[in-house]
């Protein structure tokens, strides 16, 4: 319809609606910035929210808002600053340490948050009905080991006391200089004991009490909205200690698994920040100006994984022939574009001072004669078997070079299973899978956060592998105060760990992304962990 048959009033309109229609809308991430709201890829939908139950780096990036420890990772330096304990001391033997909490502690209801209910919460990670799969970052503590096993029932034996409201008291096993950082990990965050009261969740795993409404955090946010595999939202906690210097309002997590969609939604103007970029772009956004390309260091390592409870996987020249015939530059090449390095070893260099000296190089002659000594020369009577991968943009690329090598250089053939991320950890946690490809960020930067993942009661240890010696090196580090020494031992794990191949390093990790430039405070952190309580968003 022309404009100039109509009434003059409904002309002048209908070229207001017009204009108004022909005009630019404003994106999610520019109403993020007007609103305050942080937009963040988070690459899958987490599986809990509980902080006794989940093991998933996605996962505890949801909880950091949620929750708060004694301490907090500073994200530059990945060392333990005040957060819920404004300061602590320990004593001369090293055995006891002691946290003074902020005055005027809440909970996110309003309720006060004592020192009891730290110990409470303790205990609860501890219980064996919780088979809480990070409990070994607890068994420092006086006791833990035994109550954890089951064979010490009474919670009171435990190295946990609170004389006062704002005091808690950890006694240990043996000095472990490490304890702030440890106390900094989402296991030893604070649970509220009525809240779990309330629909029996205090003594047994319940999902119950992780919902909105129902979740009771100490951090500073709290959870508003869960719409499964949409999207999940933090509002700002009027109760945190820190309210004030809170410039955001409110979180949104996405769970956005592939990263093609993740990077085609940031152009978009949807997200502030991605969870990850695929690598087929990296070199596009890296060349780019003005790029919003972020590219950060991270303590982590893509690696095989092999159930050593199934056959073949029970003979370690199988594992070994296996990690021998990886080439592994040609992945980081290949798959990754460069951005991450091979890994000939298992633990990320620098680790807290630690690079480990044993390497993985890619050896084929060596792999084709440990096959054969296995009885199976030139894989021959060698099954198919199935690798478990997470079905996002780079772990099925992954597979498919590991399938091309082994074939053509051991003649080995495998299959490759994709899965979402729940399903993915899932079938390793119950060890019902045969081999997987998985991943594990550091939870501090220390060489134990990785090679004591395989000591044989470990709840991260997914291989099924058991070995006494690596036990012994293990309880010699913990018992070990000089760093040097307590390196030298870990060297010599780290070989065994490499000699017996439970597990076969691919690649160390990296953080490549993108972030919108209104996003400020968002510090490089190799451990991983941000506080979204100091980010903010400016034009």
């Keep these: 319809m022309r404009c100039e048959r109509l009434p003059p009033l409904l002309c002048l309109l209908s070229a207001v609606f017009l204009w108004a229609g022909c005009g630019k809308r404003e994106t999610p991430a520019a109403e993020g910035v007007r609103t305050k709201t ?17 093991t998933a780096y996605t996962d505890q990036n949801i909880l950091i808002a949620l929750f708060e420890g004694l ?3 500073d994200e530059k330096t990945s060392q333990p600053v005040p957060a819920a304990a404004e300061r602590w001391e320990n004593s001369p033997d090293g055995l006891t340490w002691t946290f003074h909490l902020r005055a005027g502690l809440k909970w996110s209801n309003g309720e006060p948050l004592t020192a009891d209910d730290f110990a409470q919460s303790w205990r609860r990670a501890l219980l064996p009905a919780i088979a809480c799969p990070n409990a070994d970052l607890l068994l420092v503590v006086k006791n833990a080991g035994a109550f954890n ?16 409201a704002r005091t808690v008291v950890i006694t240990l096993e043996r000095p472990t200089a490490i304890l702030p950082l440890l106390t900094a990990l989402p296991v030893w965050f604070p649970i509220n004991p009525r809240a779990l009261s309330e629909v029996d969740a205090l003594a047994k795993r319940s999902g119950a009490w992780t919902r909105p409404g129902k979740l009771v955090g100490n951090g500073p946010f709290a959870l508003t909205e869960w719409s499964p595999d949409s999207r999940l939202i933090v509002s700002k906690n009027p109760h945190y200690w820190d309210a004030a210097r809170c410039q955001l309002e409110r979180v949104i997590f996405f769970p956005i698994e592939n990263a093609e969609v993740e990077e085609r ?23 780019g100006t003005a790029t919003p390309f972020r590219a950060d260091p991270l303590l982590q390592t893509l690696y095989v994984n092999f159930n050593t409870t199934k056959a073949p996987f029970g003979d370690p020249k199988v594992r070994r022939a296996l990690a021998l015939a990886i080439d592994r530059e040609a992945i980081a090449r290949a798959v990754f574009s460069g951005s991450q390095r091979a890994a000939f070893h298992f633990t990320p260099p620098d680790c807290g001072g630690y690079t480990a000296r044993e390497r993985l190089a890619f050896d084929p002659e060596t792999a084709r004669r440990l096959l054969a000594e296995a009885g199976f020369p030139g894989g021959k009577d ?8 997470l079905n996002d943009s780079n772990s ?12 053509k250089e051991l003649g080995v053939r495998i299959t490759i299973e994709p899965y979402e991320q729940k399903t993915w950890l899932q079938n390793q946690q119950s060890m019902t899978h045969t081999a997987g ?6 939870d501090f930067a220390d060489p134990v956060t990785f090679l004591g993942l395989f000591a044989s009661n470990g709840g991260n240890n997914w291989t099924g592998w058991k070995n006494p010696e690596y036990d012994r090196l293990l309880a010699q580090a913990a018992d070990t105060v000089d760093p040097r020494t307590r390196h030298e031992i870990f060297q010599a794990a780290e070989k065994l760990l490499l000699t017996e191949a439970p597990i076969a390093p691919l690649v160390f990790g990296g953080k490549s992304y993108l972030a919108h430039p209104a996003v400020k405070g968002w510090e490089p952190a190799p451990v991983g962990f941000h506080r ?8």
């Design 38 to 54: 942080l937009l963040l890829g988070n690459g899958a939908e987490p599986a809990d929210l509980d902080p006794h139950v989940v």
């Design 71 to 73: 301490t907090a990772f």
């Design 149 to 164: 096993a089951g064979k010490l029932t009474d919670p009171a034996a435990l190295g946990f006391t609170a004389p006062d």
């Design 265 to 287: 939604n940031f152009r978009a103007g949807q997200l502030h920040v991605t969870y990850a970029l695929p690598s087929s772009k990296i070199a596009t956004y890296r060349e």
């Design 382 to 389: 060698l099954p198919s078997f199935p690798l478990q991968v």
């Design 396 to 407: 099925p690329r992954m597979a498919e070079a590991l399938q091309a090598t082994w074939l």
């Design 437 to 442: 490809v998985l991943r594990w960020t550091a």
């Design 532 to 539: 979204y309580q100091y980010v903010s968003l400016k034009n």
